[in-house]
């Protein structure tokens, strides 16, 4: 068995989103020997959690893997990924970060030092891998995020009334205030709609988006953080997945959401279009485009077949991200 390390932000305990080290490091364990740091809320111990965990156990390491986003966390991935080369460690960032071709457009010569120095790279989209791959970075691995199917009941939802779910953490490169205007929007169409936003607080978007519904006089269901459990039990009231954000990967609430049968209207930004394809499994939309949303929105409910054609095409999709699936690619990597 062999001994893996995993670092990144294990927050979920703090009251944040619960993120892929916590959710792939317990699968990780059916086959691997596998710590994890780090847990810590403050951030400069979280940085010496993660560095003590590496240096205790120097000597019985055969893998650090390292999730790597674009923003600030990308500088815990910078100091970790320059440990493992100075203690001879084989170490794999996952690239999360949406936005990580910034980081390699602005930051070459750091971004160099983490990727061309690494045993491997994951990527959990075809988006990112074929990223990296245009900046050089030809031995990337695809590895995609996963769920277990058989936890969402698929159901096919009538939309006599529309009923929006959100699902993100609260943070302004998600632009959870479109979906308070895509409501305000329908309404003043004279459309019967609501709207649940399910996610934490990240950097103060909550409260603005709070602020504007009040501002626009909508009034929208905020859940605050809710367990997966919670979050799909709310899902059998709702009829429609509305993803509004700037930047993106492959975002899990999106598979979710196809696995559960409610269908997605999203932006098309990032990694979306190589996750569904436009009147496939999802209808999508320019960034930032009220109309355009609102807009697929009611064909959604007006067009019956095509909402059977895109549920059915995405739950069949979401299959293909069961834990079953993609297990056989972590063990093939790791042992």
């Known amino acids: 068995m062999k001994n893996v390390l995993y670092i990144g932000n294990a927050l979920s305990s703090t009251g944040k989103t619960i993120t892929t080290i916590e959710t792939l490091g317990e699968r990780l364990g059916e086959f691997c020997s596998i710590k994890i740091a780090s847990q810590k809320s403050n951030k400069v111990l979280r940085l010496l959690d993660m560095v003590w965990l590496v240096f205790k156990n120097i000597t019985h390491t055969d893998y650090v893997l390292i999730d790597t986003y674009s923003t600030f966390n990308f500088y815990y991935a910078y100091i970790i990924s320059q440990l493992c080369r100075f203690l001879e ?13 910034s980081r390699l ?11 061309k120095n690494a045993y491997k790279l994951v990527a959990p989209s075809n988006f990112l891998k074929s990223t990296f791959e245009d900046f050089g970075y030809k031995e990337v691995l695809y590895i995609s995020n996963f769920i277990e199917i058989e936890k969402y009941p698929f159901s096919n939802r009538s939309i006599d009334q529309i009923k929006l779910l959100w699902v993100r953490s609260f943070s302004s490169i998600y632009n959870p205030k479109l979906a308070v205007s895509v409501l305000k929007s329908l309404l003043n169409q004279g459309y019967k709609a609501s709207l649940t936003m399910v996610g934490p ?22 859940t605050g953080k809710l367990s997966k459990e919670e979050w799909i039990e709310l899902s059998h009231t709702h009829n429609v997945f509305i993803n509004t954000t700037n930047f993106d990967n492959t975002p899990v609430s999106i598979i979710e959401a196809m696995a559960l049968g409610l269908p997605i209207v999203s932006t098309d930004v990032g990694g979306i279009p190589f996750l569904v394809s436009q009147n496939e499994e999802a209808l999508l939309v320019s960034p930032n485009a009220v109309n355009e949303l609102v807009s697929e929105i009611i064909k959604l409910q007006e067009n019956k077949s095509l909402r059977e054609k895109l549920i059915n095409n995405s739950r069949k999709k979401a299959e293909n991200f069961d834990w079953n699936v993609v297990k056989p690619k972590w063990e093939s990597l790791l042992r």
């Open 89 to 101: 460690l084989k170490y794999i960032p996952i690239l999360h970060g949406g936005n990580l071709e």
């Open 105 to 115: 457009k602005n930051n070459p010569k750091m971004s160099a030092s983490v990727f």
């Open 201 to 222: 607080e990240v950097d103060g978007s909550l409260q603005e988006t709070k602020k504007y519904a009040k501002e626009n006089g909508v009034e929208v269901n905020f």
